[in-house]
């Protein structure tokens, strides 16, 4: 079973050493519960001030809900789109 989240990003493409963690947060906190492993996350944007905003789906092509994750102070906030469209 699944227990983090984990983002990467390669800053020097092709070099393996360059790999570094952005974001490494427990799925408890994004308040998922047991539904985790269902669900697909996409990380979209990551800001200065380190929030996330990840898009959220248990199916391809419908997305089910948008979270905005504040890493420093731990806030979660669930977003609605109208339509579920972005």
Do not use: C
């Amino acid at each position: 079973m699944r227990t983090h989240f984990v983002l990467w990003e390669m800053r020097e493409f092709g070099v393996q050493e360059s790999w570094t963690r952005l974001m490494d947060v427990i799925y408890v906190h994004l308040k998922f519960g047991d539904i985790v492993p269902s669900f697909m996350l996409l990380p979209v944007y990551l800001s200065e001030d380190e929030d996330v905003l990840l898009l959220a789906s248990n199916e391809v092509d419908i997305l089910d809900f948008v979270i905005m994750y504040n890493q420093i102070d731990d806030i979660v906030e669930f977003l609605q789109l109208p339509n579920n469209q972005i």
